[in-house]
């Protein structure tokens, strides 16, 4: 029988046991043994960590953009040795497929690195008092970018490599130092993804991995008067809770969505198909950018709903390490929830198209026809492999439904006028709209933003570099 790997926390640039002698068990989605222990760190490390990134902020601040790039370019380098192992991590620890999960830590190479470009070519500015009426020449304002002090990054189970660097890279070559907070399935990636900072030679303290119960540590965090600024991505309910705790400490929070893909009647549904299947099932739809209704002309649902029952019947399902699409939930809990937006559906007088098999927390890819606005799958956000279809006799039915949500991260419009994209893009309440794509975060150097209960404050590197440092006026009297 293999031993078990105990893991370290990762105290102020220390592998370390938490003084709690405490650790938590973490267990493979799929493979449903434990995998692995990570420390349940206590609120006196926390104090200890928050102390020693502020005492190692400042001089990693007055390093040059240059300097501090060269850090990042070398984890970088050590993450992409480390691609095969992280890999596999990601496969047992949160059941993602081994391709999607090498493509994952890939991308974060490129992430990091084009994190360190962007920084370099972020310039201050210069204003002149004789600029406005009244003022005088002989002002001159220098506007330059200066850090936050500590950023606390929290990151979620479905990312857990590329969410967390997306935080961590820009908040250093912003000048701070960080504080990461992993989710607790999703840990051991985290951890591991740190080892390959730790390579790089980071200055001691200048970050933390604090793994631990969020009862125990999450809102001591939060509330802890050494954070200046808080990067979280996670459920909605989660961010609430977050904003609530947090006073006066800047915040972007990623959270939850109900992605509605919108079908005028003109749409290309061979297009259309491939990409809602796509959207809604890649990693069983445990994405906050999955296609999560589909609103369909009526004149067109029949052909939609036969091209995607076509479609979703030919995904594969099962476990991770055969490369299929559609993967064990992260949980049973998460499973039974999945289930019951399932079944409250069909006792309304939903239509199943396919699926409704379950195996454990593996559930086959369903979808759902004649869903209604009565039935909680029309609103929810399921978190799982479940699409339901509401019939609409107009854009603008469309339009009111998909407005309706209390989420507003993205939305798909699949129709050949351009006018009408732009006239429904123009007029969702959402952060972004695809034209003729499905919903999804990037590329990187995109704005990713949701409105409403899908988050606050804008991500993307650039607009994390931004977040995540402040403006500071220097005015020279030059008489």
């Known amino acids: 029988m293999d031993v078990l790997t105990t893991y370290q926390a990762y105290l102020a640039g220390n592998w370390q046991d938490s003084d709690s002698k405490r650790t938590i068990e973490i267990v493979s989605p799929w493979q449903h043994q434990p995998i692995g222990r990570v420390q349940a760190v206590t609120q006196d490390e926390v104090d200890q960590a928050i102390q020693q990134a502020q005492k190692a902020q400042p001089a990693w601040a007055s390093l040059s953009l240059g300097e501090r790039g060269a850090y990042l370019n070398r984890w970088a380098d050590h993450l992409d040795q480390s691609a095969d192992d992280l890999a596999i991590s990601v496969m047992n620890e949160v059941g993602k497929n081994y391709d999607d999960a090498k493509k994952e830590v890939l991308r974060t190479v490129d992430l990091i690195r084009y994190t360190?470009?962007?920084a370099l070519h972020m310039h201050g500015q210069s204003v002149r008092g004789d600029g406005f009426p009244g003022g005088s020449k002989e002002k001159l304002g220098i506007v330059e970018r200066v850090p936050l002090g500590v950023v606390l990054a929290i990151s979620p189970f479905n990312y857990p490599v590329n969410l967390s660097a997306s935080k961590i890279a820009p908040a250093l070559m912003a000048g701070n130092a960080v504080i990461f907070k992993p989710a607790t399935q999703g840990s051991i990636s985290g951890i591991k993804m740190i080892e390959t900072l730790?390579?790089?030679?980071l200055p001691k303290g200048l970050i933390s991995l604090l793994t631990g119960h969020g009862s125990?540590?999450?809102?001591?965090?939060?509330e802890h008067p050494g954070i200046n600024m808080v990067s979280f991505t996670g459920s909605t309910q989660t961010g609430k809770h977050l904003s609530e705790k947090s006073i006066m400490v800047p915040m972007v929070l990623e959270l939850g969505g109900k992605d509605p893909a919108i079908v005028c009647e003109?749409?290309?549904l061979d297009v259309t198909a491939k990409n809602i299947i796509g959207g809604a099932f890649a990693y069983s739809g445990q994405r906050c950018t999955a296609v999560k209704r589909v609103l369909v002309n009526d004149q067109v649902a029949d052909k939609l709903v036969e091209k995607l029952k076509?479609?979703?019947?030919?995904?594969?399902?099962?476990n991770p390490d055969e490369d299929n699409t559609i993967v064990p939930l992260i949980d049973d809990k998460s499973a039974d929830f999945v289930q019951r937006l399932i079944d409250d559906a069909l006792g309304k007088g939903a239509t199943l198209v396919t699926g409704n098999h379950r195996q454990e927390n593996l559930l086959a890819p369903i979808l759902l026809d004649h869903v209604t606005q009565d039935m909680d799958v029309a609103w929810v956000e399921p978190f799982g492999?479940?699409?339901?279809?509401?019939?609409?006799?107009?854009?603008?039915?469309?339009l009111r439904i998909a407005n309706k949500s209390q989420f507003g991260l993205q939305a798909s419009v699949f129709t050949k006028d351009l006018d009408e994209a732009l006239e429904l893009a123009g007029k969702l309440q959402v952060g972004t709209v695809q034209v003729n794509g499905r919903p999804q975060r990037g590329p990187d150097n995109?704005?990713?933003?949701?409105?409403k209960a899908s988050g606050m404050g804008t991500q993307g590197v650039h607009?994390?570099?931004?977040?995540m440092s402040r403006e500071k006026l220097t005015v020279m009297n030059l008489k």
């Open 446 to 451: 995109f704005p990713f933003l949701g409105v």
């Open 310 to 318: 076509s479609g979703v019947e030919g995904l594969s399902v099962g």
């Open 198 to 201: 730790d390579q790089a030679g």
């Open 385 to 398: 492999p479940v699409l339901p279809i509401i019939r609409v006799h107009s854009d603008e039915e469309a």
């Open 216 to 222: 125990e540590i999450g809102d001591y965090l939060i």
């Open 463 to 467: 607009n994390s570099i931004l977040s």
């Open 266 to 268: 003109d749409a290309d």
């Open 116 to 118: 360190v470009q962007e």
